[in-house]
């Protein structure tokens, strides 16, 4: 008997280790610079990723749609309940007029791609 219930109840604890997952949310999935100055040089913001899920979630990688675009993906796993940030930065220069930037997150949640979006519109250097 005492090995029938010890057996139900490692199924139990493995069904459970199986059943968590990492989710994920984020603060916003897109950021508009609004105008940006050419001159000025990259500008960057910060999505924060904050895991909802019981498991931890690990961003794999960060691809965009245009190499004027660099995310920065964070290095550790992010622990249930805990936040990290993503940093992209666009850079502006030989790029006058508006933008729109997508940015492809892949994470070990299996078929979930979220996308990020940055927009706005860059003033070339002969404009004030």
Do not use: W
């Not at 050419?38 to 500008?43: I, T, Y």
């Not at 924060?48 to 931890?56: E, L, Q, R, S, Y």
């Amino acid at each position: 008997m005492k090995r029938q219930i010890l057996s139900l109840a490692t199924l139990f604890l493995s069904i459970a280790a199986f059943a968590a997952s990492p989710a994920v949310s984020f603060d916003s999935t897109v950021h508009d610079f609004g105008n940006v100055k050419e001159a000025a040089g990259p500008v960057s913001h910060d999505f924060v990723i904050t895991n909802t899920g019981d498991a931890p979630l690990i961003v794999i990688s960060a691809t965009t749609s245009c190499g004027c675009t660099t995310p920065e993906i964070p290095k550790e796993p992010i622990k249930p309940g805990a936040t990290a940030k993503l940093k992209v930065t666009f850079d502006p220069l030989g790029r006058p007029g508006e933008f729109e930037k997508n940015i492809k997150i892949k994470t070990n949640i299996k078929g979930k791609r979220p996308t990020l979006k940055l927009k706005g519109c860059v003033i070339p250097k002969n404009k004030k």
